[in-house]
């Protein structure tokens, strides 16, 4: 992951027949690292946390400080960075974990000045900021009410939740508070990475492959893919599920996927591996969207329209934590045709997100 501070600008991207609207890009209000500090400093934090946040809250080089400095700007810094990159709207989500690594209370209380502070931005710069429902998974009841609150009052849309919550995840039947009221209030939920949860980080950690370079991604898809064997789109059939980097490589297993749940199922190995409606590709092709977040490579972005469809993935930079402008002038360049280069730019977006078309 390149950030900017580590690659000078040799061009800029031109104008194109499309806007550039990039969907999962990161925040973090000043406020929150003082509490993440503050966690840190306490008993036992957990260590995924304690890899990520710790790491990028106290190193010196030049790549977290880039970073830190760029998560609690929203405004000129941030606009400026859009400028430089051909950005012509981000899609603006509280960065990971974000409050889930609070207690349940704070955490809902925290969430709501979150959204209050992201929603004054996007009021202040309507044209260029959209944001997502900050939430606390720990307290589903409460969640629901804010993400009616998010999306009917302040005008965000989508959802983020940041992966598992104390190393617990949405399959559990106890938060699907959440999905009806994502899907009573037409908003799509982003499910972000989050590193490894405490009893699963420790192969990762030894090598240093708990972040974005692998423990990211297979946490992320273990958790998409347990809502699809769970049912979660059997019960909730409306509901749109947004995954980044590719899918967490979801698109790429979807032959073996549809295989080894039929198999399993028929096995009757696990009582929580039960029969459903259709097949696990069928659901990411009907319920997911995918964005290249992290993944400026033509190949992955057009087998992926090909698997689940071009209305199905669109674009995503990673801001701040990979800012490069180049790959932006490489994305323009993708051997697609106009049509679908727009759907991937722009049109997904506006659909997913249900924002007003510029």
Known sequence: MISQSDNPITARPQPAGYLRIATEEAWAPAEMLKIWKEILAGPDPDPGFVSLIGFYMSSQSARPRHIMSCLTDLGAQRLAHMDEAGIDRQIIALTSPGVQVMAAASATAFAKTCNDE??????????????MVAIAPHAPAQAAQEIERGVRRLGLTGVIVNSHTDGEYLSDQKFWDIFAAAEANDTPIYLHPNTPPR????????????????GFGVETGLHALRLITAGVFDRFPKLQVIVGHMGEALPFWAYRLDYMHAATVRSQRYASMQPLQRKPSEYLRDNF??????????PAIRFTQQTLGVDRVMYAMDYPYQHAVDEVIALDAMAMSPADKKKFFQTNAEEAFRLQPQ
């Open 118 to 131: 992201l929603a004054d931005a996007v009021r202040a710069h309507p044209t260029r900021f959209s944001g």
């Open 199 to 214: 009893n699963m980080i420790g192969p990762f950690l030894e090598c240093g492959l708990d972040g974005a370079i692998y």
């Open 289 to 298: 969207y995918i964005t290249n977040s992290g993944v400026a490579w033509e």
